[in-house]
Structure formats: C-alpha cells, structure tokens
C-alpha cells in the first residue's frame, strides 16, 4: 500500500511523494518478487503489491540472491554485509572524514543464519567488498573489493584499487586480480593513461559490477572470449566495460572508454545502431540464456560524470538502458522515459542504478537515485512502479542538517520457486493516479 515519503534528497522530485506501488498491471507484468537492501540496512523481498514478505536483518550492503542450484538446492540464500569496520581515514566522499567498510561478508539462510562468512582471512583482516560478489558454479564466491595501498607511479597516496578475491568455502583466497595492473589493457592512449595515473581522486577506477559471463552463444559457437567462466565488470570512474580471462587474467573482451560523442541536437534513437557516448554505467551483464536477447549485453548507461577526460553528455538528457550486441557493438535495444511518452530528463539517476531483463520479455529497471523501481515492456509500458519507502536518514556532513535518501543500489527480480513452500504474494491490479488537470483561476 502507497505510503508518503519526505525527502530532500532524491534528484529532480518534489519534496513530498508518494511510496509503495503506484501502478500495476498483473496481466503485462511479469509477476515475481523483488530483492533490494533499503536505507533502513534491511533486505527486502517484496511482492507486486510493494508488501515486506520477508526480511535480512542488518545488511549493511546490497543483497544478492544465490541460485539454489549452488546451495544444494536450499531456498532462500542471500549474500549480504554482516559487520563494518573503520575505514582508517581514506574516503569516496570529498569532506567526509571517515567512513565504513565492510569486514565481514557471509551468506545468510532464509531464517537469517550465517552459513558462510569471508573477512579475518582477507588480506588485512577485512573484505572491503564493495558493490558486488557472486556465487561461482564451483563452490567458491568471487568478491569485489577495495585494496587501499601506494600504488608505483600514480599520484594518489594511496589509491583505493579495486581487487577480484576468488574465495573457497573455508573463506581462503584462492585467486587474485588487481585492477592498476592491468592499467595498458583498459584502452587508454598514454595521455589519458596520465590523467589516470595522477587522478584527483583515490578511487581511480571506481568498479561497480562483477558478474560471471555465463553459458552464451557466443561461447557455444566458438568465441572464447565469452567462456562462461570469465568474470565481466565495469569501472564508473575511467568509464569501460570488460571481461577478465578466467586463467590469464588479461582483458580479453572491453567497451569503452571511447564511444562517439552525442549532443544536445543528435541524440539517436534508431536501432540497430553503432554504441555511442556511455558515462558512468553501471549493472553491465551478459542476459542468461532461456531470457529475451539472452548472449546481449544489458547495461544501465547513467549518463554521468565518468571518464580521461570527463566524457561529454547531454545537459538535458536522462539516463538509458541499453541492450548491446557485443560482438558488434551495436545497440539493438534501448529505453529513454520518451518511450513512455515523458521527456527524457524524468528518468535519470547519475550513479548507482541497474536493469534486468525478465522471462516474458519486460525489464525492470531500478532508478537508483529516486529508489524507484519500474518493469517496462519492450515498447517502453510502465506496467509496474514501486517507490522506495525505506529511506537512509542521516544528517548533512557539512551543515549537520537532517536528510533522507530513497536511494536503491540495485534491485533484483526473484522468482517465486526460489523461496521456501508457503511464502505468500499478492497481484492486486493499482490504477495510476490521474493527472489532475488544472483549473482556471476564478
């Protein structure tokens, strides 16, 4: 049931809107529960009538669904942050002192249990996980993570390097990839490799995303780039797209970070077309296979400050979804809000956000900054909408003033098989609100 939020600090909205579902066609829809964490460091499971069906206490970071054919068939498994610790002064965020990392990550069952932890035997006694991990097919769980330390030639001291840990189920690692040591893959010419090298930032690369290639297509007829085993990520900060070598650990495959420049006046829409200018992405995966466009990469293109030098982007657009062919780079798939028949400025979140694409050929999209999550069809039809009534409450670093944040990191679409026998749902159809019209002055 829609509730009320007040907000100060969503981007574009007013201060004053409403929450839960706003909307809902259970007859276009494809109908499943959804899995975010909210400001609250709850994980939420919720059905399409926005209720709490079950709930992860304190997980102080984005919850992820483990597939329970790699839990031995139990239902219900989340990877989730269970402890923080200090982060020993070296921060994202210009101004503020401090900050948490994670030390300690794990898996939790449904009924909350810690079943599998990862953190005192991480390199300094602490995952640093950030934004994202997976379950691999072999047991092992790989985590992205932070690796604060001097890095030889570059300006920050020190810099906050993005690491892949592979890690066993005893919680020891077992493979390593360091992202500053791969710097001549990532694509950029030696004037750019500079302005890299002496950011002015210590989050240099800024990766938000790790996903396993997955079985594809492209593998199956050859191409072994794409071996299912293969970890993808993207990096916000230097603005690419990428895959690692599972054994090598080489850049085999990337997007990015030159793209065509669009602008005010040329901003395509026609598809199939070349990829053109994508800035500060985020969620870039490969859609599984048995999905719509599966073998594609789905990618949720912010529009954001990103890039060696900034790239250039529309002052007036919003943010896209983009489905890409990856071997010919070429968007066969979009969405903008003007698929939905508004300006494109109304569906814009410049950081964190993701897609998904769903069995039935929808996508649910979560526009992170608002914490608005929505399932268009393919034609760009709202057929679902739910606001975030979960807000992060903190105060303002620099004026102490209190603030409220919907914001959402990601949010996933959960299958009903995959919670325990007798977990209940809802599909009550919601009618939008009207617009009101105006009324003359009397």
């Not at 981007?11 to 829809?29: C, E, F, I, M, W």
């Not at 965020?93 to 909350?112: A, F, M, Y």
């Not at 780079?329 to 109304?346: H, L």
């Amino acid at each position: 049931m829609a509730g009320t939020l007040y907000a100060s600090g969503a981007l574009a909205a007013p201060s004053v809107y409403p929450t839960g579902v706003t909307r809902y066609d259970p007859a276009k829809a494809f109908n499943s529960y959804v899995l975010f964490t909210g400001g609250d460091n709850i994980a939420h499971l919720i059905d399409m009538n926005g209720n709490s069906v079950h709930e992860w206490k304190d997980a102080a970071s984005h919850s992820t669904l483990i597939d329970p054919a790699l839990t031995g068939g139990k239902l219900g498994h989340v990877l989730v942050t269970l402890e923080l610790t200090d982060g020993k002064g070296t921060d994202l965020i210009p101004g503020q002192i401090n900050r948490r990392v994670s030390k300690t990550i794990g898996e939790l069952d449904w009924d909350g249990n810690a079943v599998w932890r990862f953190g005192d035997k991480a390199p300094g006694g602490a995952a640093q996980q950030h934004h994202d991990w997976a379950r691999l097919p072999n047991g092992n769980t790989a985590v992205l993570a932070n690796w604060v330390h001097p890095v030889k030639g570059f300006k920050p001291k020190p810099v906050i390097d993005d690491v892949v840990y592979e890690v066993n189920p005893a919680g020891e690692v077992v493979w390593k990839w360091v992202a500053s040591e791969h710097l001549n893959e990532f694509g950029f010419s030696p004037a750019e490799s500079k302005l890299v090298r002496n950011s002015a930032i210590a989050d240099v690369f800024h990766t938000n995303n790790l996903k396993p290639v997955g079985p594809n297509r492209w593998y199956a007829a050859g191409d072994k780039r794409f071996a299912p085993e293969n970890l993808l990520f993207d990096a916000r900060n230097a603005n690419f797209i990428a895959i690692i070598d599972r054994h090598s650990g080489k850049i085999v495959w990337r997007l990015g970070p030159h793209y065509p420049a669009t602008s005010e006046e040329n901003h395509p829409r026609n598809v199939p077309r070349p990829v053109d200018q994508i800035s500060g992405q985020h969620d870039a995966h490969i859609i599984p296979e048995g999905l719509p466009g599966a073998g594609n990469l789905l990618v949720f293109d912010n529009q954001g400050v990103a890039g060696y030098p900034p790239a250039v982007v529309p002052r007036t657009g919003g943010s896209r979804i983009l489905e890409i062919d990856p071997i010919q780079n070429q968007i066969v798939w979009q969405y903008t809000a003007e698929d939905s028949g508004s300006p494109a400025w109304s569906f814009r979140s410049t950081n964190i956000s993701s897609a998904r694409r769903l069995p039935n050929g929808n996508t649910l999209i979560d526009e992170g900054q608002n914490g608005r999550f929505f399932q268009i069809s393919k034609d760009g039809e709202i057929v679902w909408e739910y606001v975030n009534p979960y807000p992060k409450q903190g105060r303002d670093s620099l004026t102490g003033k209190p603030t409220s944040s919907p914001a959402v990191y990601r949010a996933q679409p959960v299958p009903y098989s995959w919670v325990p026998a007798g977990t209940p749902h809802s599909e009550n159809p919601v009618a939008a609100p009207e617009t009101a019209k105006a009324k003359p002055a009397s």
